[in-house]
């Protein structure tokens, strides 16, 4: 089973693509300073790890998420050609208060409880 972790927080992205059969990493990623004329992306695919070094200046973390996709399937050193080849999502929750202190699969009572750890947006 291939999943792709993906840890976003306000300013870099850090994600990884597993096969859990083998228990190995296929892809790691890192951006940082996302959000500033200095940001960066590296992404580097087994089995070398080579690093590819994106320029995402002014990119926020969604367009920086979305173009780890695009090297995913298109990098010619990727383990993958298309995104169904990804069979499962796990994201990071990093400020889950006292709802997520472990974890869990995100299905309605939990999609219930992380509504609960927005911020309220405002009227406008």
Known sequence: MRILVVNAGSSSLKSQLI???????????????????????????????QKVTYHVADMTVAECLKKLL???????????????QIDAIGNRIVAGGEYFTKSVIIDGPAREKLELCEEPQPAG
């Open 19 to 49: 096969e859990t059969d083998g228990k190995v990493s296929l892809m790691k990623c890192l951006a940082e300073k996302v959000g500033t004329p200095d940001a960066y992306m590296n992404v580097a695919f087994a089995p070398d790890f």
């Open 70 to 84: 695009e090297a995913l399937v298109d990098d010619p050193e990727s383990p993958i050609s298309d995104l169904s």
